[in-house]
């Protein structure tokens, strides 16, 4: 039978490979938790310019352009581009909200302003019809926000 021997350096020696296997795999899980944190700040700023983009539709009751833009353009509007980007809201012309800040008063029925975080960065007034409203749409979109289109 053979005795080992063990010495303090050996010792030493084993105590700092164990520091350093457990040094490694708590820095390998640090690491990528903090790819995980770096990432999703990375995309914090995205998400929230997206979400702070908003058509605001003002609108009151008995507008009959306001009726035809339902009829026309509400039932597809979430699910298109336009509306995935800047979501509709809708308020009362009589009732305009205090989070909401208007470059000017709003006169006529329907008005769509594209807002940014509560301010109005530009307004199309009136509805068009059908085949007006999504060009014009796309268009202040594409010139006051960073909207790119379809995909």
């Not at 998400?47 to 003002?58: D, G, P, W, Y």
């Not at 006529?108 to 307004?123: D, H, K, M, Q, S």
Request: hydrophobic content about 45%; charged content about 25%; glycine content about 6%.
């Amino acid at each position: 039978m053979q005795l080992e021997s063990f010495t303090y350096s050996d010792y030493v020696v084993q105590q700092q490979c164990v520091n350093e296997n457990v040094r490694w795999w708590v820095m390998s899980g640090f690491n990528k938790l903090l790819g995980v944190v770096v990432a999703m700040m990375l995309a914090l700023p995205a998400a929230t310019r997206a979400e702070s983009i908003e058509l605001v539709m003002v609108e009151e009751m008995g507008c009959v352009w306001c009726e035809r833009w339902d009829e026309e353009i509400a039932p597809i509007y979430p699910r298109t581009t336009e509306g995935k980007f800047a979501p509709l809201r809708r308020v009362d012309i009589y009732a305009i909200p205090e989070d909401l800040t208007v470059l000017r008063r709003v006169n006529f029925t329907p008005t769509f302003l594209i807002v940014e975080n509560g301010v109005e960065l530009a307004r199309l007034e009136g509805y068009p019809g059908e085949d007006f409203f999504w060009p014009v749409l796309a268009r202040l979109l594409y010139k006051y926000t960073d909207y790119k289109g379809e995909d």
